[in-house]
C-alpha cells in the first residue's frame, strides 16, 4: 500500500471528512429553512438558490468519488448526443445494480452542469433521514410511499409543480424500484412469467407506473428520456465505503437518447415501449459480459475544480475552529473535556457511518416481492 492509500485509509481522516459533510449539511439546510420566505414571494429565485445550495452539499460527494478515490467515468455514446448534456430536460433511466450508481450519476450531472437540479423519485422513508432527505424536500423532489393509491395525488402535483423550473434539470428514475440481488431477480421473473412478459437476465421487471406518470407529468417540459447502464470493469463491485476509503474504480456507462417525440403518448404503448427498452439494455449488458465493455465511441469528460474547491471551503471553515477546539481540550488536561470530546467523536463516527449505511444493497429494507404479484408492470 502506497503512502497516499495508507493515508486516506485512516479512521480519523476519513471522520473528519464525514465532519465536514455532516456539518455543512446541516448548516445548508438551515439556510434552505430561511429561503422558504422567498417561495410565495418568488419561486424561481427559490429554487435557484436552493439549487447552489444542495450542489455545494452534492458535490461533497462527487468529490470523494472524483478526486478522493480517484474513480474515472467512462461515457459510451455518440458526440451528438454528449453535444445536449447540460441544455435540455431530460428522465433519466439507469439499472440499479452498485451502491454508489448514483454517484456515478452524479459525477456525469456534475460535469454538465446540472447537479444542482438533478431530481428523483423518491422512497418516503428517505425524508426522514438527516442531509439527504431534508435537502431533498427544499429541493421539490417528489417522495413515494410505493402505493400508488396513496401516491397519486402527491405524484402528479410533485411532478406538475416541476413542468417550469428554471434551471435544466435532469431526471432520475430507477423503473426497477430496487437494487439488483439474485433473490429479486428470481421473484421478479416469477412475476414476468405469470404476466406473459419477456424475461431478463441483467434486470429486474420494470414498474411502468413511475415512467409513463412522469413522461406524462412534464410532457412539454422534458425533451429526451437517456437511457444509462452502468457497469464497472473487472467486475469490480463498489461500495461507497469503498469510495470512502480511497479505493478506485473504473466506471462504464452507455447512454443512448430517445426524443420524447418517439415514445409513444398512450399510457398501455408507453409501458410497453419501457419493457422493451429493458429488454435492449439486457442485451447490452450480455455484450459488456461477454467482451468486458459496451459497443461504440467513447468520452472521457474532465472532471471539473468546483468540487473540490467546494470542499476545500467547508474544510477550512469547519475543521479549522475544530481543531483548534481539539487542541485546547487536550492542553487542558481535564478529564471531564477529554472524555467528552471522545465520546463526541464515537456518535460523529457513529453518524457517519449510519448515513453511508444507506446506501449498502444488504441494508436497504426493501420489501420487494412481498406483493410483487399484485402491483400492475
Known amino acids: 500500500m502506497g503512502l497516499i492509500a495508507y493515508i486516506k485509509s485512516l479512521f480519523i481522516l476519513q471522520l473528519l471528512v464525514g465532519f465536514v459533510f455532516v456539518v455543512s449539511g446541516l448548516i445548508i439546510n438551515f439556510i434552505q429553512l430561511c429561503t422558504c420566505v422567498l417561495w410565495p414571494i418568488d419561486r424561481q429565485l427559490y429554487r435557484k438558490i436552493n439549487t447552489r445550495l444542495s450542489y455545494s452539499l452534492w458535490s461533497q460527494l462527487v468529490m470523494l468519488l472524483e478526486w478522493w478515490s ?207 427498452l429493458y429488454q435492449r439494455k439486457d442485451a447490452l449488458q450480455e455484450h459488456y459480459e461477454k467482451e468486458g465493455s459496451f459497443p461504440g465511441p467513447t468520452i472521457k469528460p474532465p472532471r471539473r475544480l468546483w468540487t473540490l474547491l467546494n470542499f476545500l471551503f467547508w474544510a477550512t471553515l469547519l475543521l479549522t475552529p475544530l481543531l483548534n477546539f481539539a487542541c485546547g481540550v487536550f492542553v487542558s488536561g481535564s478529564p471531564l473535556l477529554i472524555v467528552g470530546f471522545l465520546i463526541f467523536c464515537i456518535i460523529a463516527s457513529i453518524a457517519v457511518r449510519r448515513l453511508i449505511s444507506v446506501s449498502e444493497v444488504n441494508k436497504t429494507g426493501s420489501t420487494y416481492g412481498k406483493m410483487e404479484g399484485k402491483k400492475e408492470n
Open 70 to 276: 480517484g474513480t474515472e467515468c467512462t461515457i459510451f455514446t455518440d458526440q451528438a448526443t454528449v453535444d445536449k448534456f447540460g441544455k435540455e430536460h431530460v428522465i433519466i433511466i439507469l439499472n440499479h445494480n452498485y451502491e454508489i450508481d448514483f454517484l456515478c450519476g452524479w459525477t456525469m450531472c456534475e460535469r454538465y452542469g446540472v447537479l444542482g437540479a438533478s431530481k428523483v423519485l423518491a422512497k418516503y422513508e428517505l425524508l426522514k433521514v438527516p442531509l439527504i432527505g431534508w435537502t431533498w424536500y427544499f429541493l421539490e423532489i417528489v417522495f413515494c410511499k410505493r402505493k400508488w393509491e396513496e401516491d397519486r395525488d402527491t405524484v402528479f402535483k410533485g411532478l406538475t409543480q416541476l413542468k417550469d423550473y428554471p434551471e435544466f434539470m435532469w431526471f432520475l428514475l430507477y423503473c426497477e424500484g430496487t437494487r439488483f440481488t439474485p433473490k429479486k431477480h428470481e421473484i421478479s421473473m416469477e412475476v414476468a412469467e405469470s404476466k406473459g412478459l419477456p424475461k431478463l437476465k441483467y434486470h429486474l421487471l420494470p414498474r411502468t407506473k413511475g415512467f409513463t406518470t412522469t413522461l406524462s407529468c412534464l410532457k412539454g417540459t422534458v425533451s429526451a428520456v437517456y437511457d444509462v447502464t452502468l457497469n464497472f470493469r473487472d467486475k469490480k463491485v463498489p461500495t461507497l465505503l469503498g469510495i470512502v476509503s480511497g479505493k478506485k474504480y473504473m466506471a462504464d456507462m452507455n447512454i443512448k437518447r430517445y426524443p420524447v417525440e418517439e415514445i409513444p403518448e398512450d399510457e398501455k404503448e408507453c409501458a410497453t415501449w419501457l419493457h422493451e
